[in-house]
């Protein structure tokens, strides 16, 4: 059974920095997309970063230059760097993985479907 946990979450003021982490166990992560998500209240969720196994990213317009997904070598945990944080970055964010190959990672919610329970971030100006 794939199982995710977020951690890492908290609260920091605009400009400041957290980093998230992910831990995925009974996933194959060796050949899949993995990402993260955020939802704040209100609003659908949205991809933020995601990753392929073989290295490549691709992030939100909104997040470019200020967030950096990795993974560790073992591929079994996700992590976000978030920098310069932004009141508009607080949200539950919540880390993804496919269970199909594909060979681009999309930021489409559709296109993952294990998730985590989420870790809550909140920037404060």
């Known amino acids: 059974q794939v199982q995710l946990v977020e951690s890492g979450g908290g609260s920091v003021q605009a400009g400041g920095s957290l980093r998230l982490s992910c831990a995925a166990s009974?996933?194959?992560?060796?050949?899949?997309?993995m990402g993260w998500f955020r939802q704040a209240p209100g609003k659908e969720r949205e991809g933020v970063a995601v990753?392929?196994?073989?290295?490549?990213?691709n992030y939100a317009e909104s997040v470019k230059g200020r967030f950096t997904i990795s993974q560790d070598n073992a591929k079994t945990t996700l992590y976000l760097q978030m920098t310069s944080l932004e009141p508009e970055d607080t949200a539950m964010f919540y880390c993804?993985?496919?269970?199909?190959?594909?060979?681009?990672?999309?930021?489409?919610?559709?296109?993952?479907?294990?998730w985590g329970q989420g870790t809550q971030v909140t920037v404060s100006s």
């Open positions: 990753i392929h196994s073989v290295g490549s990213t």
């Open positions: 993804a993985a496919a269970s199909w190959y594909q060979s681009f990672c999309s930021l489409r919610v559709t296109d993952f479907d294990y």
């Open positions: 009974g996933y194959r992560a060796g050949r899949y997309c």
